[in-house]
């Protein structure tokens, strides 16, 4: 992970773990209202990119009745570099991860799923422009749309992902 000291202003503002875990703790809620056994692991990943990057999530469907592989198989496109992509945010996600699970935000069950914790992430100090309540809501548009995708392997398989 680059320090802080090194990061750009972009970089450090877009990808700082409070904001990416605000996302992340409503992705795994919104997961957990459809599936309450938890978030497999390995989802928060191919999740994240499709939330934060505003090319994907301006071109998500505005309803979870259209099935991912339905989204996926009419804009193949969008699954070209998004193997990349995942990669490329994988520290800073896991750098959110870590951020909510010291926090009790989230918690890992004994099944070694992510759920949400008993402590409530604060926000009083949140200034929730349009843009981050859009990106919001999307985080929970997503969560309810994998939950009702299958598998997270079938997911990764969707996106083109190998592990």
């Known amino acids: 992970m680059i320090p802080w000291k090194l990061r750009t202003a972009e970089v450090a503002h877009f990808y700082n773990p409070a904001y990416l875990g605000r996302l992340l703790k409503e992705f795994v809620s919104s997961y957990q209202s459809e599936k309450p056994e938890g978030v ?17 999530r301006s071109a998500l469907p505005s309803t979870i009745r259209t099935q991912l592989h339905n989204w996926i198989q009419t804009n193949s496109d969008f699954k070209i570099g998004y193997a990349s992509i995942v990669k490329e945010l994988l520290p ?49 548009f997503v969560g309810k749309w994998f939950a009702k995708a299958g598998e997270a392997t079938t997911i990764y398989a969707l996106w083109g992902i190998r592990v």
């Not at 497999?40 to 994907?56: D, G, M, R, S, T």
């Not at 992510?114 to 929970?140: M, R």
């Open 40 to 56: 497999p692991y390995e989802l928060i990943f191919v999740a994240i990119p499709l939330i934060v990057l505003k090319f994907y």
């Open 92 to 140: 800073f996600v896991k750098e959110s991860l870590i951020f909510l699970l010291q926090r009790s935000i989230l918690s890992i069950n004994e099944s070694g799923k992510l759920v949400e914790g008993p402590t409530k992430f604060n926000k009083k100090n949140a200034k929730d422009t349009e843009e981050i309540l859009n990106t919001i809501n999307k985080a929970k």
